[in-house]
């Protein structure tokens, strides 16, 4: 029910948008998160909008490069990706919490997609 896609290879510096396709009523009213998880570390927090768009949450280390929004009427989310650097490589989930209030905290989050690969190498 969770799709996210987008991910590729990109050079430190450019840029990369995220999607995340959502199916069925749950989500349109759910908050969504992006995590990810690099190898040897665990899945960390990335951000978080609520299920209107109204309020968003970033990790201190994507806070102004990336931009979470949602598009309810596609069911779909977002991450914007700018100014990348070799340290956000990783596989890059969404996610949903189930309830409309955003949450950075990963045990609330209910459903999972399966994540989406980026690399940024020179």
């Known amino acids: 029910q969770l799709q996210a896609f987008g991910g590729g290879l990109v050079q430190p510096g450019d840029s990369l948008r995220l999607s995340c396709a959502t199916s069925?009523?749950?989500?349109?009213?759910?908050?969504m998160g992006w995590f990810r998880q690099a190898p040897g570390k665990e899945r960390e927090f990335v951000s978080s909008?609520?299920?209107?768009?109204?309020?968003?949450d970033y990790a201190d280390s994507v806070k102004g490069r990336f931009t979470i929004s949602r598009d309810n009427a596609k069911n779909t989310v977002y991450l914007q990706m700018n100014s990348l650097l070799s340290e956000d490589t990783a596989v890059y989930y969404c996610?949903?919490?189930?309830?409309?209030?955003?949450?950075?905290?990963?045990?609330?989050?209910?459903?999972w997609g399966q994540g989406t690969q980026v690399t940024v190498s020179s």
């Open positions: 069925g009523r749950t989500f349109s009213s759910s908050a």
């Open positions: 996610a949903a919490t189930g309830l409309p209030y955003s949450t950075s905290r990963r045990s609330e989050y209910r459903y």
């Open positions: 909008i609520n299920w209107s768009g109204g309020t968003t």
